[in-house]
């Protein structure tokens, strides 16, 4: 007969569902002690894909992770933008910690030049942290349940390879599909400030949504369109090679 095993939360990489898990894992600090709070670990997550939900551009949803950011471009790791819908502020990613030197701009042409870049920028190691926009290419449905899964799921084990942090940011109508990300976060911009639900973490969901206030928040991380001809200092953009076919498929 098998022993009986009294405190199953003794055993290595067990947690209960309605408590946050406590296994040791790398993480990074936000920067916001509330959001750090609701976190499994105690911070952004690191050496997995996480995605951010949110409509509109500008509210926030690159400075809420400054700290992770921060942290992650350190050791001269590199911070790759990936589909960006417009140009990183210089000005706004150097006022957070971020060596502009240390950032790379990709611009792919299509869904699978960009997914392709998000995972061998991830695998690579030489990333710290991949931010990847994929716009209308991952809607909810079928498809995200099906091949979109699958690519999704190659940037979870990318990740975790290179040790890099991954974000993915989708619409709020990407909630309901399923994802193979241990972390997804639901933003929304609310009388000057941000706010944040957690539906999925190691744990229990956060209903109730955490407030960010804009005095505690970094001025956009894209370019102003009322600047977008005055000059900035540069960032790395990069020329992204083409995909070999069978990594396209």
């Not at 392709?116 to 931010?131: D, F, H, I, T």
């Given at each position: 007969?098998?022993?009986?095993?009294?405190?199953?939360?003794?055993?290595?990489?067990?947690?209960?569902g309605?408590e946050?898990?406590?296994a040791p894992?790398?993480v990074?600090?936000?920067?916001h002690?509330?959001l750090?709070r609701?976190?499994p670990?105690g911070g952004?997550?690191?050496?997995t894909?996480?995605?951010?939900l949110?409509?509109?551009?500008?509210?926030?949803?690159?400075g809420?992770?400054?700290?992770?950011?921060a942290?992650?471009?350190?050791?001269?790791?590199?911070?790759?933008?990936?589909g960006?819908p417009?140009?990183?502020y210089?000005?706004?990613?150097?006022?957070?910690?971020?060596?502009?030197?240390?950032?790379v701009?990709?611009?792919?042409?299509?869904r699978?030049?960009?997914?392709?870049?998000?995972?061998?920028?991830?695998r690579?190691?030489?990333c710290?942290a991949?931010?990847l926009?994929?716009?209308?290419?991952?809607?909810g449905?079928?498809?995200?349940?099906g091949?979109d899964?699958?690519w999704?799921?190659?940037?979870?084990?990318?990740?975790e390879?290179?040790?890099?942090?991954?974000?993915?940011?989708r619409?709020?109508?990407?909630?309901s599909?399923?994802t193979?990300a241990?972390?997804?976060v639901?933003l929304?911009?609310?009388?000057?400030a941000?706010e944040l639900?957690i539906?999925?973490?190691?744990?229990p969901?956060?209903v109730?949504?955490?407030r960010?206030?804009a005095s505690?928040r970094?001025?956009t991380?894209?370019?102003?369109?009322?600047?977008?001809?005055?000059p900035?200092?540069s960032l790395?953009r990069?020329?992204?090679?083409r995909?070999?076919?069978r990594?396209?498929a």
């Amino acid at each position: 007969m098998r022993p009986c095993v009294e405190d199953p939360a003794r055993i290595p990489g067990v947690w209960r569902g309605g408590e946050l898990e406590r296994a040791p894992r790398e993480v990074a600090p936000t920067g916001h002690a509330a959001l750090d709070r609701e976190l499994p670990g105690g911070g952004w997550p690191v050496g997995t894909l996480s995605e951010v939900l949110h409509d509109g551009v500008g509210i926030g949803e690159v400075g809420f992770l400054c700290g992770a950011l921060a942290a992650a471009s350190r050791e001269g790791r590199l911070i790759a933008w990936i589909g960006a819908p417009h140009l990183p502020y210089a000005p706004a990613l150097a006022a957070i910690g971020l060596a502009l030197e240390r950032c790379v701009v990709i611009e792919p042409a299509h869904r699978e030049d960009a997914l392709w870049a998000a995972e061998q920028s991830l695998r690579s190691g030489a990333c710290g942290a991949v931010l990847l926009w994929l716009a209308n290419a991952l809607p909810g449905g079928d498809r995200s349940q099906g091949g979109d899964y699958a690519w999704l799921r190659r940037l979870q084990m990318a990740a975790e390879a290179g040790r890099s942090m991954a974000v993915l940011y989708r619409s709020t109508a990407a909630e309901s599909a399923s994802t193979p990300a241990h972390l997804r976060v639901v933003l929304s911009a609310a009388a000057g400030a941000l706010e944040l639900r957690i539906p999925k973490r190691r744990g229990p969901p956060l209903v109730q949504p955490i407030r960010i206030e804009a005095s505690h928040r970094p001025r956009t991380a894209f370019l102003p369109q009322t600047e977008k001809t005055a000059p900035q200092p540069s960032l790395v953009r990069a020329d992204l090679p083409r995909p070999h076919p069978r990594l396209a498929a």
